[in-house]
């Protein structure tokens, strides 16, 4: 764990113009678990409050490789892709979908479809803790509750992941909420009529170099992405997977969710970087410490962007 | 959890037709709040209602004539219950009759402890993390009802425990326990095989969460001991000791128990969703709470 202590490089690593709240850093939101990871688990009593923080600070946790994503980012890596093989720690690059804002958070706003009533109500009642329409104060996003997440929000948090291969199965270990998810590689189907759940029912197989997942069996309770973006129990998720090079994963989501949306949602792809000296921490939501929580978080100013 | 050999895929794929019986499963396949609440007349039962045979022990060890896999804990695993305490099926405790005396500050977590289960339980006055949905850690999950798997892969061996979805990871790579680990619900586990056995030292814990779900108190200086043992295919052996200093005035070395491999089952997925929080409440901590019929 290393301290970011001079704000100064965070500005200097931030690719965008985004702008930092005013609020002011307790001690323990510097103990970031941004650039730690090379060693382990962070503070519990830091578990919550950061969170807030690490939305804010996401740029930086790619603060080797400034560059916004893009396609030179897979040309940096000579190394031949692993066939077949997606495991590793892996942590999204920036890509600054929305100007102002990081843009880890959203599915993809501009390339949202319409959304249907049904998906306009929830976008409506939804107040998310970032992006455009972030109003200090008001947020009721569901992690504020510690629910678990599911994809693809999950897929879309400023946090890192880790792929592990086992025969039958893909295992995927999100840092965030400490959620793990399994996608089924033994042949199965999805399934007629699944639970409803928060991470949904996954299969997943191979084509040519694309591991592709398919995931039905969503409840209705949580969002999309941290913009507030509905799910509803309608929706069929698929997850592209393409290893570009040894250190750059591509993923690419579609949201097939009739009943939130007119037509399918088909984000451009975002890429990972490979990063082999991370291990995933603990980190827990608890809602025994939400009141340090409320504290330093949802009390000072929120994080709406200063657009 | 869901079948997963022993049924045709299709059937497996449909979760509802898939299920299997038993008394847990009907707890697993509806919400963690619900399941609680049903959890609690479950521990009133005898213990032979878990399981076909009547003395699982016995029978587990004479069962399966194949051999152990060697340095392999693959699959899922589901306690025994062992009836540790009359009445209850003793799943959810270490073991209280060889619980070393408290120390002055054990004592004082221990009385403040107003557990769900067990003999200190008391209708209407729980106060188990659980019930906010604090994530539980060992050797509080290893006690749990509620089957585990184990998965190993180079290097590692992780463990997803079926209630509250909660995965744990063990490092068997060699490396050695942390110095000053930052006090987490999981702990810094490491593991390396003695022979036959896998044995798990966890350090690192913080003392948000109880020992068990009878609310024997689990400090930050707690090191904690995991012997696995492959009895025989089917049958998992694991003995729990607990050494901590400031709880407990010396070590507590409980007797192993005994898992039972379930080739045919998959963990599903429970999280404690706070959400839920409010049914929760009008079922579980309102009514009656889930105290034991006979205390010991």
């Not at chain 1, 929706?235 to 949201?255: A, G, S, V």
């Not at chain 2, 039962?45 to 392999?72: C, I, M, R, W, Y």
Request: glycine share 6%.
């Amino acid at each position: 764990m290393k301290e970011v202590k001079d704000k100064s490089l965070r500005r200097q690593l931030c690719p965008t113009n985004f702008s930092f709240p005013q609020l002011p850093i307790p001690p323990q939101l510097t103990l970031l678990p941004l650039l730690r990871r090379t060693i382990l688990p962070m503070k519990l009593a830091t578990a919550l409050a950061p969170m807030l923080a690490l939305l804010t600070l996401a740029p930086i946790l790619s603060a080797q490789a400034v560059q916004p994503a893009g396609k030179t980012q897979a040309a940096t890596s000579t190394a031949p892709a692993l066939s077949h093989d997606l495991s590793g720690v892996w942590m999204q690059y920036p890509d600054g979908d929305v100007p102002g804002v990081p843009g880890m958070n959203a599915v993809s706003n501009r390339t949202r479809p319409s959304l249907t009533p049904w998906g306009q109500a929830k976008f409506d009642a939804a107040k998310p803790l970032v992006g455009p329409r972030a109003v200090p104060g008001v947020e009721n996003n569901p992690e504020l509750r510690c629910e678990p997440d599911g994809p693809p929000k999950l897929l879309n948090l400023p946090n890192p992941f880790e792929i592990v291969q086992i025969p039958g199965r893909v295992l995927m270990f999100f840092e965030l909420g400490h959620i793990w998810r399994e996608i089924w590689t033994d042949g199965r189907p999805l399934p007629k009529d699944p639970d409803p759940t928060y991470l949904g029912y996954s299969v997943g197989k191979w084509e040519g170099d694309t591991f592709v997942v398919d995931t039905i069996g969503f409840n209705d309770k949580l969002w999309d992405d941290s913009y507030g973006d509905p799910r509803s129990d309608a929706t069929h998720l698929t997850e592209r997977y393409r290893r570009l090079n040894h250190d750059t994963l591509e993923l690419q989501i579609i949201i097939d969710d009739p009943k939130a949306y007119t037509k399918t949602w088909v984000s451009p792809p975002k890429l990972h970087k490979l990063e082999p000296a991370w291990e995933i921490a603990e980190w827990f939501c608890v809602l025994d410490e939400d009141q340090a929580y409320d504290e330093v978080v949802r009390k000072p100013a929120g994080i709406a962007p200063s657009k | 959890m869901r079948h997963r050999t022993s049924l045709p895929l299709k059937q497996t794929a449909n979760g509802r037709s898939s299920r299997a019986r038993g008394l847990h499963h009907r707890v697993l396949e509806i919400p963690f709040a619900t399941a609680l609440a049903i959890l609690g007349p479950a521990l009133a039962l005898p213990p032979n209602s878990f399981a076909q045979s009547g003395k699982p022990s016995e029978a587990a060890k004479t069962q399966v004539a194949a051999e152990p896999l060697s340095h392999d804990l693959s699959g899922v695993w589901m306690q025994y219950p062992e009836g540790d305490v009359p009445g209850t099926p003793g799943m959810n405790t270490v073991n209280q009759r060889f619980r070393p005396p408290l120390t002055p500050w054990g004592q004082a977590r221990l009385d403040a402890a107003r557990p769900l289960v067990g003999p200190k339980a008391v209708a209407g006055e729980e106060n188990s993390p659980t019930l906010r949905c604090d994530p539980d850690g060992p050797p509080k999950v290893l006690n749990h009802p509620n089957p585990f798997e184990i998965v190993q892969i180079p290097g590692r061996m992780f463990m997803f425990f079926e209630e509250q979805h909660i995965w744990r990871t063990i490092w068997a790579d060699g490396r050695a326990l942390p110095k000053d680990p930052d006090p987490s619900y999981l702990g810094y586990a490491v593991g390396k095989w003695e022979g036959d056995t896998f044995v798990v030292e966890t350090i690192g814990f913080n003392d948000k969460v109880w020992a068990d779900a009878y609310g024997d108190p689990r400090s930050e200086q707690t090191h904690l001991t995991e012997r696995y043992r492959r009895l025989n295919h089917d049958t998992l052996e694991l003995q729990v000791t607990i050494d901590d200093p400031k709880s407990y005035t010396k070590p507590w070395v409980s007797p192993p128990k005994l898992h039972k491999l379930e080739s045919g089952w998959e963990i599903a997925e429970w999280f404690c969703a706070a959400d839920e929080d409010k049914a929760y409440d009008e079922v579980v901590r309102k009514p009656a709470g889930v105290a034991p019929t006979s205390n010991k």
